[in-house]
């Protein structure tokens, strides 16, 4: 099995800065068709996870643009450019290009 | 607006069944690969199973295998999850999500609790 490692586990950020998240996995992400199939879901506290970055670095539809996606084979960083309040919560990478699917162990991003 | 409806969750004791199904509308059900991810108490994220469009294929973890299985009917637009030989490691919330090469939808989930 693919395993992703996360880091930081948590990230105190200060509203209007920058924060990222590193995310390597065990084994190259790329798929036989040539795609990368690494992606970032974050979760607030009661809600299901929402994806938010596919492919290393597609915003998915409605996703600001202050959240980019990065890397290539096995490392991978989930940029913000400017911490809004609705930022808080768990980030979480994914990797599926192969299953079982697996996931970070999560970052926890909290306001300083 | 896609809409997923998950349910069938609730307390059994070790051992037991449960059935979860999750009903999907606001997109063309019968394309997509369909998945369950679940987590257990202040935990993180873990997939459990998978099926493919036809759901001719199936995929499991390995906690889970033999004693899960999943299945659709695309007629109803929906998912199931069936449970058995259930243990107290197995209690988390399970999440319904549509799968194509990354998990897209999520659902609200349903909370498994296995307890005596």
């Known amino acids: 099995d693919i395993v992703m490692t996360q880091t930081p586990l948590s990230l105190p950020v200060t509203l209007g800065q920058p924060a990222s998240i590193s995310c390597r996995s065990s084994q190259s992400l790329v798929h036989s068709d040539g795609a990368t199939y690494l992606s970032w879901l974050h979760q607030r506290p009661g809600q299901p996870p929402r994806l938010l970055i596919y492919?290393?670095?597609k915003r998915f539809s409605g996703v600001p643009d202050r959240f980019s996606g990065s890397g290539a084979g096995t490392d991978f960083t989930l940029t913000i450019s400017r911490v809004e309040p609705e930022d808080v919560g768990v980030y979480y990478c994914m990797q599926a290009p192969q299953f079982p699917l697996t996931f970070g162990g999560g970052t926890k991003v909290e306001i300083k | 607006e896609v809409q997923m409806l998950a349910s069938g969750g609730g307390l059994v004791q070790p051992g037991g069944s449960l059935r979860l199904s999750c009903v999907v509308s606001?997109?063309?059900?019968?394309?997509?690969?369909m998945s369950w991810v679940r987590q257990a108490p202040r935990k993180g994220l873990e997939w459990v199973s998978s099926i493919t469009p036809s759901g001719v294929h199936t995929y499991y973890a390995d906690s889970v295998k033999g004693r899960f299985t999943i299945s659709r009917d695309n007629s109803k637009n929906t998912v199931h999850l069936q449970m058995n030989s259930l243990t107290a490691e197995d209690t988390a919330i399970h999440y319904c999500?549509?799968?194509?090469?990354?998990?897209?939808?999520w659902g609200q989930g349903t909370l498994v609790t296995v307890s005596s």
């Open positions: 492919k290393i670095s």
């Open positions: 606001g997109l063309n059900f019968n394309v997509y690969t």
């Open positions: 999500a549509t799968y194509e090469g990354h998990l897209t939808y």
